[in-house]
């Protein structure tokens, strides 16, 4: 199954100030390393209700775990990644995925963000990998 991607802003521009945030440096590092622009989501795959693999780029590959089953996110052909309070997504509460159905749109939390290393990647199922 290959999968399509609709990308949505769920929120306002949050501004972010000097004066509460870690370094800027920090901050480039963390954004660099762990986190992805929403934009630059080309595949995803869910091999079951609970997880889904964004490709990100050309070679990287997110995990995203759910907070509970998403109703058809396993069988749908494209899904929508609305990241909240930004374009970046970092963390599970960055995120959530649309999942769409006969009765209309689910709206399913993501839990937890990670970037799966090659060693990772590689051992994912063929059917898995995006």
């Known amino acids: 199954m290959k999968g399509k991607i609709a990308l949505t802003a769920a ?14 440096q920090a901050a480039t590092e963390r954004v660099k390393n762990s986190c992805f622009h929403a934009r630059n989501i080309s595949n ?3 091999p ?13 590959i997110y995990q995203l775990d759910l907070f509970g089953a998403c109703p058809d996110v396993d069988w749908n052909e494209q899904i929508a990644v609305a990241s909240r309070g930004g ?6 509460f960055d995120a959530e995925i ?11 939390q993501v839990r937890t963000v ?8 590689a051992a ?5 990998r995006p």
């Open 48 to 60: 079951d209700n609970k997880t889904v693999y964004l490709r990100v780029g050309v070679r990287d």
């Open 87 to 92: 374009p970046w997504i970092c963390t599970g």
């Open 114 to 121: 990670k970037k799966l290393t090659p060693t990772e990647v």
């Open 11 to 24: 929120a306002a521009l949050t501004l972010i100030t000097p004066s509460i945030c870690a370094p800027a």
């Open 44 to 46: 995803f795959r869910a």
């Open 98 to 108: 649309i999942s769409p159905s006969s009765i209309g749109p689910h709206r399913c």
């Open 124 to 128: 994912l199922p063929k059917k898995a």
